[in-house]
Structure formats: structure tokens, C-alpha cells
């Protein structure tokens, strides 16, 4: 069955510090890649997208993510972390034929001053 | 900037009464998605129109929950008769095309007492 897993439920770091949150997915072809944001009380806001091409992908606020079909992951990074960020961040996937947006479970981030 | 535009962002009421949630995509967007999202269950997708006709709506249950799009404008998901348990945050997606990234509303908090 088609999923996508995010290991990470909660992540702590440091303002400042590097970051990356990890996503892997089970497709049989390469899926349609998202990450996106959600801030409290909000609904979810796309940071960036893999459709085809450059495996690595930028999106807003500086966050990117690399694509590697040989791991099956998407990972998120940022190289220095803003009070800002901390938010849940959601991987999801749409593969071509299906209608459904299969989610993660989401990755909460926590940012320490 | 464009928004997809949630009505009534909170909204508080009894089991038993009909509970009508709003949303109107983004002009010109022609795939409208309903999620439902708790903390047990993350997000799931309710159900899913191209061009205002339902292609999707496995997730939903079907003997009190109904979403339609009266108008290009307009989509509603209804409840009825509301139970406690569909207590949750309700969001609307809509995007240009499938598989195309979907864009967020701020969703509907229902909370049925």
C-alpha cells in the first residue's frame, strides 16, 4: 500500500541550528512530493515541491529538500533555524492515478532560544 | 494573495444538530478536497470534486456526512446529526489540477457537546 512515514513525532533543537526532518515513501513509480507547514490554529501552508528534475528542491522561508529514489525519502533542511519555525510539518505524496494526498503523521517542531 | 476562505472558522453546538461548514476555493481552481484532522487520526481526506463533480468520498461516512459544490464558488460538507466524535478541525483544499500542490483554508473547529 502507498504511505509515507515520518519517524520523527517531536524534534527539539536550538535557534539557529541546522535542521532536517526526515520522510520516507512507499510508491511503486516516483511519487509527487510536498512538504508543508502548519502554525497553531492554521491550515497548512506549502513550504515546496518534487515533481521531476533537480532532486533538490528549494522552497520558502529556506527551507529545502533533496529527493533520493535509491533511500525512498524527502527530506526537509534548513541550515539555521528561526524561533519562528516551530510549527508541524506534514510530507505527503500524490501519485499519478490516484486522487488521494497521502499524508504523514507530521513532525512537531519545538525551537529552544 | 489568492486564499481558500473557511466559514465559520469555530464552531460550537449539540449532538444531534446539523452542523453546515463553507468554503470557497480559489477562483479558477477546479479540485476541491475535504480533511478532517485529529490528534488520534492526523488528517484525512473526507472527499474529493474535479470540476464540482464528487470523485472521491470513501472517507466519509456516508449516513450522516454529505459535501457538495452547489456552485464554483461554494463547497459545503455537512453533518447530520452531529455526534461528539465528529468533534475535529475541518480543513478545505482546493488546486489547479490533480496532482498539483493543494492550497490550505484556516478550517472550521467544531466541537460538539
Given at each position: 500500500a502507498q504511505s509515507v512515514t515520518q519517524p520523527d513525532i517531536h524534534i527539539t533543537v536550538s535557534e539557529g541550528a541546522s535542521l532536517e526532518l526526515r520522510c520516507n515513501y512507499s510508491y511503486g513509480a516516483t511519487p509527487y512530493l510536498f512538504w508543508y507547514v502548519q502554525s497553531p490554529g492554521q491550515g497548512l501552508q506549502l513550504l515546496l515541491k518534487y515533481f521531476?528534475?533537480?532532486t533538490l528542491v528549494q522552497g520558502i522561508k529556506g527551507f529545502e529538500a533533496e529527493f533520493k529514489r535509491s533511500q525512498s525519502s524527502f527530506n526537509l533542511r534548513k541550515p539555521s533555524v528561526h524561533w519562528s519555525d516551530a510549527a508541524e510539518y506534514f510530507c505527503t505524496a500524490f501519485s499519478g492515478g490516484y486522487n488521494k494526498l497521502i499524508f504523514g503523521a507530521g513532525t512537531r517542531l519545538a525551537v529552544h532560544p | 494573495d489568492a486564499r481558500v476562505t473557511q466559514t465559520p472558522r469555530h464552531k460550537v453546538t449539540e449532538m444531534g444538530q446539523e452542523v453546515t461548514m463553507r468554503c470557497q476555493p480559489i477562483l479558477g481552481h477546479n479540485t476541491v478536497f475535504w480533511y478532517r484532522q485529529t490528534m488520534m487520526q492526523g488528517l484525512e481526506l473526507l472527499a474529493y470534486f474535479r470540476n464540482r463533480a464528487?470523485?472521491?468520498?470513501?472517507?466519509?461516512?456516508?449516513d450522516r456526512f454529505s459535501a457538495e459544490m452547489p456552485d464554483a464558488t461554494l463547497a459545503t460538507l455537512k453533518i447530520?446529526?452531529?455526534?461528539?466524535?465528529?468533534?475535529a478541525v475541518y480543513f478545505c483544499a482546493s488546486g489547479e489540477l490533480t496532482g498539483q500542490p493543494q492550497h490550505f483554508g484556516d478550517g472550521t473547529r467544531l466541537s460538539i457537546l
Open positions: 521531476s528534475g533537480d | 464528487p470523485l472521491d468520498d470513501s472517507g466519509m461516512p456516508k447530520q446529526p452531529s455526534e461528539p466524535r465528529d468533534s
